[in-house]
């Protein structure tokens, strides 16, 4: 395939693309040591898309970190941006990853962290060395206070100070997360052509896109002025985790700083020396929704932004019909001319399934909450497991591997419930991970692809159904959002483009609903394979419980 003319016919292509995300190390093991790599996502990847119409219709896939790492944080921690980690493969893996990809006409995006390197990185081999050497300013040193003690009250999110004192420079240095994970000095122009370099390097080896780690907190407070303490009673919107006990501050001055978006329009005029090349930014924050999602678009609205940015305003554990349509709102009216991008699971919360206890009388609520999304203004992404209704597993103290799970162990038991390998084949060891050796976490899904493919109203076949009737749908791929109605139990609104409107409902009661419209359907969209359909008479919808509904009305 000529990706150059595939590219430049479609510099937009990321605003209609339905986006997968992979954790490399529990997708699939092809070389039998217990973590999987790169050459088994290629080996996986018709699953995704085959090119040809099968596999579930995937038109990106985002990749976690794969770059060389102590492993501190699971590859959050580089110490070289420019290598494949041994573990997952090589370049040449990664070449050839991109390269069927391609043929699949699947577009791959790359997770980078660019806001810290690890420790072990040369950059801070050499920094920490003195204050005189090349590198002194690279990171963010500071002098110990009067008493010895770090600068601010600054906090860790992985718990304790955000500051280490280095022996050999007799300074702090900041790191917002792990000690093993110092933070870049993004002031200074050196490292941000450092990152920009980075940036080349993947983009020559054809990669489309970047997702941008904490994309929010490459700036801080110049001043180093405290961050103040947080009243009894405000909110704080989660990832999904339990509540860090440590977040007893409010992060004005150690993240969220205006001077963050100078420096996502320098990346962006990296970005764009590629045509096609697409970004998305996490954009995490903890001050309650509006806040956050007002703080999430200011990052895409603008034309030097982000291409895309998603918050945790759908990762945490609130969601009814007034929530749902609380964080579209505020999101369309913040955004103005900025492209939403929606995300219910990722590798850092708990698994949707257990999240919204989609079980019993809630049976189907998971199907319900992905079909929305996919149907919502906006690019989707699906975190990998979620067509085989991977749930969040109870890991016990004797299996962690997450620094936040061992260090705050119980309060906090960490991310590794929501990171198991994915479970391929029901006959095979490991549910088909490898070929039977130990994997990294627990083989343990009450369901795999197998039995899902089997199973005509699995997740698998509902949203390999669904993605279809998007690609076909003008109104669902580029199409404006209106609400409709929002009853406290069902939530209705439309897409609408000058060639079609198409009508989404869902219920998320558990009981059954009737809906009355005021124009008619001529076509019923919902996926044939989805559990509990909706009965459509006349005017009249009858939504069984967790239930969805898609239609194209009548007229434009």
Known sequence: MNLARYSKQSNDWWKSAVFYQIYPRSFYDSNNDGIG?????????????????????????????????????????????????????????????????????????????LNHTSDQHPWFAESRQNRTNDKADWY??????????????????????????????????????????????????????????????????????????????????????????????????????????????????????PENLEFIKFLRKVFDEKEHITSIGEIGSGEGLDSTLRLGADYVKRKDGLHLAYTFALLGEKMNADYFDQVTEITEEAIED????????????????????CFAEREGYHQMMLLLMLSLRGTPIIYYGEEVDMQQYEISKSELKDPQGIRFWPEIKGRDGCRLPFPWDSKAPNQGFNKGAEPWLPAENSLTLDQAIETENSTFNVLREMLKIRKASPALRNGNYRRVFNNGECLVFERKTEEQTVLIAANFSTEEQIIEFTSGIKIDLTPKSLKGRCTLNNLQLSLPACGYFLGEKDGH
């Not at 900025?338 to 206890?357: A, E, F, I, V």
Request: negative net charge; aromatic residues 14%.
């Open 37 to 113: 790599d790169l050459k088994g996502v290629v080996e996986k990847l018709d699953h995704l898309n085959d090119g040809n119409g099968g596999g579930l219709g995937i038109d990106a896939i985002w990749l976690s970190p794969f770059f060389p790492s102590p492993q501190a944080d699971f590859g959050y921690d580089v110490s070289d941006y420019c290598d494949v980690d041994p573990i997952f493969g090589s370049l040449k893996d990664f070449d050839s990853l991109v390269s069927e990809s391609h043929k699949r006409r699947i577009r791959v995006v790359i997770d980078l962290v």
């Open 140 to 257: 963010v040193w500071v002098d110990p206070g009067p008493d010895g003690k770090p600068p601010n009250n600054w906090l860790a999110v992985f718990g304790g100070s955000a500051w280490t004192y280095e022996p050999q420079r007799q300074q702090y240095y900041l790191h917002n997360f792990l000690p093993e994970q110092p933070d870049l000095n993004w002031y200074n122009p050196e490292v941000r052509e450092a990152l920009a370099e980075v940036i080349r390097f993947w983009m020559n080896r054809g990669v489309d896109g970047f997702r941008l780690d904490t994309a929010n907190y490459y700036a801080f407070d110049r001043q180093l002025r405290d961050n103040p303490k947080r009243q009894e009673g405000s909110e704080i919107l989660e990832d999904g985790q339990e509540a860090n006990p440590l977040s007893a501050y409010i992060t004005k001055y150690s993240k969220d700083r």
């Open 338 to 357: 900025g492209w939403p991008c929606w995300s219910l699971s990722n590798h850092d919360c708990k698994r949707m399934m257990t999240r919204y206890k």
